[in-house]
């Protein structure tokens, strides 16, 4: 198969625009070829009560053979000298339920600041809550009105607090699970990693949930390196794809950037000869969305949509760990891509014979 890549770079609000475009001359990706049967008490509703206990999966892409450890064991995966790439975004606690003066009740997720105390929201149920619409959160610490109805149906809301935005958020905001985790989660820092920082996201970057502050400084006592990322995880990641041609889908855009620090350590690590492993399907897209043509890095924010499936060529990662994606998910498409689909499907198909937990609080994949 012919493989064309297109890299534009456009302007967005002041920054960098990355569109990454693959296209197939010769054979359509389809997506029902990422398609594999799950029994649905496999997809884990709750974490477990060590991070690293969780099992891992390590895939060797070269040859498709599987090994089944527990995630404890990545350190015997990892030498000196190799970079391990952490996405450092933290969950927005971004759902909040209050009710309408009426005494109605309503959900409202944030979604995109705009500034001026006004954010872009999905609000339920929509049809109650149109321009003028007042809502009252908690104990009325935290107001809200309904400025604007946007095309796409989202409402326009402008909050009314004192003091901290954030801080507001944190005492009355609720996790925006993703919508296959029914429970309701007791800890909510079960759904940071524990090296959370830079708040933005809608949901977390699940693969770094497995880390424990003392495994990562086993770690980095052993040699290897540690780098941050930032992508901030956008609700379209959970969007699935509904177009039976890969092409067709369109990819949601999320915001990533990486500060001097980091680059300087990745190009030292490709410069004496190490290995980029990256922790995440959100720290893959970062790498190879500001991967420059010669596979440096310099410091640099941009808005990707990059779209990675089978046929791409990586030019920044080396190694990846990753949780257990959806069928028919562009992150099935994503790994399928780094490891081959029939390695990937296969393995999958292991995971569910081994019972494996799958999904946002499951066990890991090492892809090496």
Not at 86 to 104: E, K, Q, Y
Not at 183 to 192: H, K, N, S, V
Request: with cysteine; aromatic share 8%; net charge negative.
């Amino acid at each position: 198969m012919q493989v064309i890549f297109n890299l534009s770079v456009a302007k967005c609000a002041g920054i960098d625009y990355t569109c990454c475009v693959l296209k197939s001359e010769d054979k359509k990706v389809k997506t029902h070829d990422f398609y594999y049967d799950l029994p649905e008490e496999l997809i884990a509703q709750t974490p477990l009560e060590k991070r690293d206990a969780s099992r891992l999966m390590v895939l060797n892409r070269q040859t498709g053979e599987v090994t089944h450890k527990h995630f404890y064991d990545i350190i015997d995966y990892l030498d000196p000298g190799d970079c391990l790439v952490l996405n450092d975004s933290r969950v927005l606690p971004a759902r909040l339920l209050g009710h309408r003066p009426t005494g109605g009740a309503v959900e409202v997720l944030l979604l995109r600041d705009l500034g001026d105390k006004k954010w872009e929201c999905l609000c339920k149920p929509g049809r109650k809550m149109q321009v003028g619409s007042q809502v009252v959160f908690g104990d009325g610490e935290l107001t809200a009105t309904v400025r604007q109805v946007a095309e796409n149906g989202n409402r326009i809301v402008e909050f009314h607090y004192e003091g901290i935005f954030l801080e507001v958020l944190e005492r009355l905001g609720k996790m925006p699970l993703p919508p296959y985790i029914k429970a309701e989660l007791d800890d909510q820092e079960r759904y940071q990693t524990v090296y959370s920082r830079e708040v933005g996201s809608a949901a977390a970057p699940t693969a770094g949930l497995h880390f424990t502050q003392e495994l990562l400084e086993r770690i980095r006592a052993k040699g290897v390196k540690t780098a941050f990322v930032t992508l901030h995880v956008g609700l379209g990641t959970f969007r699935p794809v509904k177009a039976e041609d890969v092409l067709d889908h369109h990819m949601h855009s999320e915001l990533c950037m990486i500060n001097q620090q980091t680059a300087d350590v990745l190009n030292e690590t490709k410069a004496t000869g190490g290995r980029i492993i990256c922790v995440g399907t959100t720290s893959c897209r970062t790498l190879e969305s500001l991967v420059s043509p010669d596979g440096t890095f310099t410091p640099q924010s941009r808005w990707t949509d990059i779209f990675i499936y089978p046929g791409y060529q990586f030019k920044a990662i080396d190694a990846l760990i990753t949780n257990f994606h959806l069928p028919e998910s562009t992150l099935v498409m994503l790994v399928s891509a780094f490891a081959g689909k029939d390695h990937i499907l296969n393995a999958y198909r292991q995971a569910v014979e081994e019972r494996y937990r799958f999904f946002s609080f499951g066990d890991a994949m090492y892809i090496t």
